[in-house]
């Protein structure tokens, strides 16, 4: 069997992880929390960002295969669990995508309907068309796929963000007041505030996905060297783009004039009203369009790949094995698609976009926090089954004990956020409380039982016995 090219660098990952991470469509609920947001995101990087950046670089250079996540989690505790959380990535990623398409909906019509910003057909409609045409971009492979999320991270994601935190800079500077208060009475956040318990959940949120560039193990150059260096990187990147950015947006919109889905372009709006420099504007969100849009394009290949090794691995029906000539999992793609069809009727359902915005954001929390719980599991157990390593990988120093330490900094974080998670913000409008509860939970139930469900109808079929 030929060997495959390897056509991705470090520059290539970090940019892959930037756009997987980094995002515009955050910013403005982290405005809501002004100055505190500088305490919940150091916290968020060293209690999560930094313990799924360490775990990710020892598991990606031990088992530096195509498949990523799934490997590792097979290798620990078996091919049911393997499958049932590349499953959860993939689930939370298809539940998430119509919230980040909410946003690009919406700055859209920003730019070009405004008085369809909250038109729900309007709003579904995008939704479906966007997302059709990420899905018929994937179809051509990782070469293209990987082109898309560098012009994307670069054009689309850092550049907006570099372009807000100088307007910030040069608004305090010419002397104009900051709309929250930017002193250290106001760094730290009152936790006896329910909705800054509830703001945990979106801090840890903002900060998944530094191991999904795992599944492009096998195209990587020098992977063994190259993934440590490029999370640290991207880890670093992340964290000082998500605060600063976020404070701009808080310094000059009012948080009452806050929106879950358009605060960002009241801000740009405003920072450019005041500068005389309205041009910018339909420049400004091109960019977070372009951005928001590579964001999906890059998540929509990333987690099918590590479904398409479980379906190779007969974990899943042979079904969905099927690849194009660019090695792309099309029936997946297409099966993508149609959930994420049905996932749009949440917009009918419930009251306002905002809720149900607020309740796609919430469930897509809880699914990848069971995922990552599930994967500091697996890494703690991967290095006591297997000690003796390759000597050019990476390997969290200090021993078993920092490795203790950093996977219960993680687990700790999923259970606080997991928590934080069932209390919505009280100003959000909701139907009732506990419809909200009860929509919540019987989805991370149902979406955690089917892979079960899945696997075990899929054992049992096989013509050949299942070898662990």
């Not at 310094?251 to 806050?258: A, N």
């Not at 697996?378 to 200090?398: F, N, Q, T, V």
Request: aromatic letters at 14%; hydrophobic letters at 55%; a positive charge.
């Amino acid at each position: 069997m030929p060997h495959k090219k390897r056509i991705l660098t470090v520059f290539n990952l970090v940019m892959i992880n930037i756009i997987a991470i980094d995002s515009l469509r955050s910013l403005p609920i982290n405005a809501e929390y002004g100055f505190a947001i500088v305490f919940f995101y150091i916290l968020g990087g060293i209690f999560f960002l930094l313990p799924c950046a360490l775990i990710s670089a020892e598991l990606a250079t031990n088992w530096p295969y195509k498949g990523g996540t799934y490997i590792w989690v097979r290798e620990a505790l078996g091919k049911p669990f393997g499958f049932a959380n590349t499953w959860l990535q993939w689930v939370y990623n298809v539940v998430w995508y119509p919230t980040i398409l909410t946003f690009l909906a919406t700055s859209i019509a920003f730019l070009f309907f405004p008085a369809e910003e909250h038109n729900k057909v309007y709003m579904i409609s995008a939704i479906v068309v966007l997302f059709s045409l990420a899905t018929i971009f994937n179809w051509f492979g990782m070469k293209l796929s990987s082109l898309v999320s560098t012009l994307g991270a670069i054009f689309g994601t850092l550049l907006p963000m570099c372009i807000i935190i100088i307007l910030a800079i040069v608004w305090l500077a010419l002397g104009h007041p900051s709309a929250t208060p930017l002193n250290a009475s106001h760094f730290f956040p009152s936790l006896y505030h329910m909705k800054n318990i509830s703001f945990i959940i979106i801090i840890v949120y903002s900060l998944i996905g530094i191991e999904m560039s795992s599944v492009h193990a096998d195209e990587v150059k020098q992977p063994k060297k190259g993934y440590p260096k490029a999370l640290l990187i991207s880890a670093s990147i992340i964290i000082c783009t998500m605060i600063f950015a976020s404070l701009a947006v808080a310094i000059v919109v009012p948080m009452q004039q806050l929106s879950l889905v358009n605060g960002l372009n009241v801000a740009f709006a405003h920072f450019y009203d005041t500068f005389h420099i309205h041009w910018m504007i339909p420049v400004t969100e091109v960019m977070i369009i372009i951005g928001g849009f590579a964001g999906v394009t890059t998540w929509i290949i990333g987690p099918t790949k590590s479904l398409l090794i479980a379906a190779k691995d007969r974990s899943l029906p042979a079904f969905f094995a099927k690849t194009n000539r660019h090695k792309v999992p099309t029936r997946i793609l297409l099966v993508q698609w149609v959930i994420v069809l049905i996932l749009c009727g949440t917009f009918i359902l419930l009251p306002t976009i905002s809720s149900a915005y607020w309740l796609l954001s919430d469930m897509t929390a809880q699914l990848a926090l069971i995922y990552y719980m599930i994967l500091f599991v697996s890494a703690i157990y991967l290095r006591y089954k297997c000690p003796d390593r390759d000597e050019d990988a990476y390997m969290i120093p200090g021993g078993n004990k920092v490795m203790w330490l950093v996977v219960c900094m993680g687990m700790l974080a999923c259970v606080v956020s997991i928590i934080a998670g069932f209390f919505p913000p009280s100003d959000l409008k909701l139907a009732s409380p506990w419809v909200f509860e009860v929509i919540l939970v019987s989805g991370i139930v149902v979406f955690f039982a089917i892979p079960l469900i899945i696997y075990y109808i899929t054992k049992r079929v096989r013509d050949e016995p299942d070898h662990p």
